[in-house]
């Protein structure tokens, strides 16, 4: 992020800024540094009698300055944390602490990319002679320090080196050592590596990456039996139906290399029937046409052509289908044709087509699915009122079929359409009416009555949600009894607003509805519980009375989480800073205890006494939904705690600070982002704690003078929460002070905020959410509020 500015009592030479130089490769002798220098935190060379400046560590012990250290080193502060280890080491020489400092500042090196001074402190630090846990995981960071510098070799011998003390993490080490063996051309060795770590018991994920490289290895060594024999072996690992049709497709040739053409175009036949979107499934359609040797059915074909828009080819491929159907496949076929046509824009054609298929069909699954496809048709062509009259009578011809709920849903839409909300509001809280126990129709029955409040008619808006709480339960009815509450008040019937309101508090306390209540109410709840307190042993002791009530007494054979394998490797790789790969191994555990209460129960408190409060939250929730009521607000506190816990706090609480924002909003925030997972990365490439996308990162940098920014850095738990804070209170004042309105840009963006908003202030942050029309962001800013109100309530925040 930025450079050290070294406020030690030494000098910092000039070398900290200029390019490293190689590292050497590794000698069988391994070089020692002078015994009276070491590396300074910014990597220089210094005497070891040197002293910490103490108007920056005043009076500080050298196990404060290494606690000092380790908590800004677990904030991604690596400036900060290496003067801090630099000074505990020099506070300390010759003694536990300063050894372990010692091992620290070499480590922050190699976590600031300083790859040399990493090697050489780390070499140094080695050639002590001690046998440890930090002596082993320097020999990674030696190997490392040769990787990233390209000396290949130093590498591979330096991974062996660090796996020959059999640590937890050796399957991952070698997994590396295999991709130097490759660099170096020794493809033998690296296929051997390859498959000895895919053949082992780390993680599903990490053992088909090294499936794929062994595959590979064993391909550009012309070895394709070897090749097949693994490949087989990844299709019985692989369980993602997408992902094995993906491998299906592309390893269909190696079969083929053998002589099995039959597997081969089994392979690629089943790829395409379980993924035809994929974008390699074209080019597998046209190798299977110009086989002559098979015979592709027309009709998967077909499933390509449109799983792509490919119309015309998808026409062309119906057709021949059409040719060689019996009656039972006719009427589906005849059916896709005329959807065909009208993505091809053949409206009438299309008509036809709907026609000849309800007519092949009759009162079959096809031929009424035909029937409402030719309803949609007819609304796409213009002819809207015929359509909204052609999906009432569909609705009422067909009440039982679970397609009549869509068919009223979109004859609503059609009416939104024509500017007839009133009727498009009816037709909805009919829909509601007639089928209440499914979520679509659960959902358009309350979105009827929301017209009514909006429109004035707040009598008969409270009728509809009374209504629709009495017909459903859980959320629906509790967000339907909170607007009829709303409605009630909106009405001068304050007394019983006011009672119902108490009554959503009691009901569900950490729900959404719940937190609004209590703002309407004006109740200003506060926790008592100090941000730093320990879990005590008997907040545990209460977390076990509680699991006895319902899930028995323990059994004997609980398993015990710091003997699990996969515990033992995620702590390790955790330890390396390699994050996703630990997370995979603490999702090896969590799936292994999945429906044990007792297991998920240990593994949980275990995660929490070694910092993965991600990986606690994650075991609590899933015991409190095992919990009979699956009610987190009654769970006991220690468990409470696991749910909504406060890692990072003097992050958190200084970036907050810095920014104005809440600290307990800002905890809400990154729970719901990222869970409390530095390395988290989402599906759209957000980032780290509180999910920054990268082009808005560098936003930011930019605004807050952050020079030298890289993706990666979103990672780093300071840089992650001070980011997503800045953007947080920039949108809050863009929002004109609106919390809703500023999560609402967050995650939907800032112009769909002020498209959601009207453009205005917002006056009612209820009305505001729910005329979000992003289903995820709607969820997504009624959840970090309700989020953030339980933090408010559990934790004490006065003086932060």
């Known amino acids: 992020m930025h450079r050290l500015c070294c406020t030690l009592a030494l000098a910092v030479s000039l070398v900290a800024c200029a390019p490293e130089a190689p590292i050497p490769a590794l000698e069988t002798s391994i070089p020692t540094p002078l015994a009276s220098e070491v590396a300074t935190p910014d990597g220089t060379r210094s005497s070891e009698t040197s002293v910490p400046d103490a108007t920056v560590f005043p009076a500080a012990s050298p196990n404060d300055l290494l606690a000092r250290g380790l908590e800004r080193r677990a904030a991604g502060d690596y400036d900060a944390a290496a003067q801090a280890f630099f000074a505990a080491m020099n506070a300390a020489p010759g003694t536990p602490v300063g050894r372990e400092a010692r091992f620290y500042l070499a480590e922050s090196f190699a976590l600031r990319e300083r790859w040399t001074s990493a090697f050489e402190a780390f070499t140094a630090f080695v ?61 033998e060795d690296a296929a051997a590596g390859y498959e000895t770590v895919a053949r082992s018991a780390i993680a ?181 009122e015929s359509a909204i009259q052609g999906y009432r009578d569909f609705a009422a011809a067909w009440p039982d079929d679970p397609r009549a709920p869509e068919a009223l849903r979109r004859a609503a839409l059609l009416l939104d359409r024509l500017g007839n909300a009133d009727a498009a509001a009816q037709q909805r809280i009919d829909l509601g009416r007639r089928y209440p126990a499914l979520p679509l129709a659960q959902e358009a029955w ?125 702590l390790e790789l955790d330890a ?55 009610d987190s607000a009654s769970a006991p506190l220690a468990l409470r705690r696991l749910l909504y816990p406060v890692p990072f706090t003097p992050v958190v609480l200084a970036r907050a600070r810095e920014f104005s924002v809440d600290p307990a909003f800002m905890f809400a925030l990154l729970r719901q982002e990222s869970a409390f997972d530095p390395a988290a990365t989402s599906w759209a490439g957000a980032r780290g704690l509180a999910q920054v996308m990268p082009a808005t990162g560098q936003g930011i940098a930019q605004a807050l003078g952050v020079s030298g920014f890289r993706e990666v850095d979103l990672y780093r738990p300071d840089l992650s929460v001070r980011f997503g804070a800045f953007y947080i209170s ?47 962001t709607r969820n997504y800013v009624k959840s970090v509020i309700a989020q953030y109100d339980v933090y408010r309530r559990l934790y004490r925040w006065s003086g932060e």
């Not at 009424?368 to 213009?382: E, F, K, M, N």
């Not at 949108?731 to 919390?739: D, E, H, K, V």
């Open 576 to 630: 390396l800073n390699l994050r996703v790969e630990a997370m995979a191994e603490w999702s090896v555990a969590l799936a292994a205890r999945d429906d044990d209460p007792y297991a998920l129960y240990l593994l949980g408190r275990y995660a929490h006494d070694h910092g993965a409060a991600s990986v606690a939250l994650r075991a609590a929730n899933r015991l409190v939904r095992l919990a009979p009521g699956g």
């Open 730 to 776: 920039r949108q809050i004042t863009a929002m004109n002070g609106s919390l809703e309105g500023a999560l609402a840009a967050y995650n939907g963006g800032p112009g769909n905020a002020r498209r959601w908003s009207g453009g205005a202030p917002i006056i009612d942050p209820d009305l505001f959410a729910e005329r979000i029309d992003f289903f995820e």
């Open 127 to 187: 050639a002590d002679g001690v046998q440890d846990t930090l002596t082993t995981r320097a020999w990674f960071w030696i190997a490392r320090s040769h990787e990233e510098a390209g000396s290949h070799a130093a590498a591979v011998a330096a991974y062996a080196q660090y796996r020959a003390f059999d640590p937890p993490a050796a399957p991952y080490a070698r997994m590396r050592q295999a991709a130097q063996e490759g660099a170096l051309g020794r493809l």
């Open 446 to 570: 309350f979105a009827g009555g929301l017209h009514l409040f909006v429109s004035g008619q707040t009598v008969q808006a409270r009728q509809v949600w009374e209504e629709l709480a009495s017909a459903t339960s859980g959320s629906v009815a509790l967000r339907a009894r909170y607007w009829a509450a709303r409605a009630a008040l909106a009405t001068g019937d304050t007394d019983a607003g006011r009672a119902a309101l108490e009554q959503i508090i009691i009901a569900a306390p950490d729900s959404y509805p719940a937190a609004r209540a209590r703002a309407l109410l004006n109740r200003q709840e506060t926790g008592a519980l100090p941000l730093d307190a320990p879990i005590s042993a008997d907040d545990w002791r209460a977390v076990e009375e509680w699991l006895a009530t319902w899930a028995g007494a323990p059994p004997p054979d609980v398993p015990d989480p710091a003997g699990d394998p996969a515990v033992q490797r995620a």
């Open 204 to 384: 599903r994920g990490q053992r088909a990456a090294a499936y794929e490289a062994a595959i590979r290895a064993r391909r550009s060594l012309g070895q394709n039996d070897a090749a097949l024999q693994l490949a087989a072996e990844l299709l019985a690992l692989a369980q993602r139906s997408e992902y094995r049709a993906g491998l299906l497709i592309e390893l269909a040739d190696l079969p083929r290399s053998q002589g099995d053409v039959a597997t081969a175009r089994t392979w690629l036949v089943e790829g395409l029937e379980r993924a035809p979107g994929l974008p390699a499934a074209l080019a597998a359609v046209d190798r299977l046409r110009a086989d002559p040797e098979i015979a592709l059915p027309p009709e998967l074909v077909a499933r390509v052509y449109e799983a792509h828009g490919r119309w015309s080819d998808a026409l062309a491929a119906l057709d021949a289908a059409l040719a060689g159907a019996d009656a039972t496949q006719r009427a589906d076929l005849l059916r896709r044709r005329a959807l065909a046509l009208r993505e091809l824009g053949n409206f009438t054609a299309a008509l036809e087509g709907f026609d000849a298929a309800i007519a092949a069909a009759g009162e079959s699954d096809a031929g009424v699915q035909a029937r409402l496809d030719r309803i949609q048709t007819v609304g796409q062509s213009g002819a809207t």
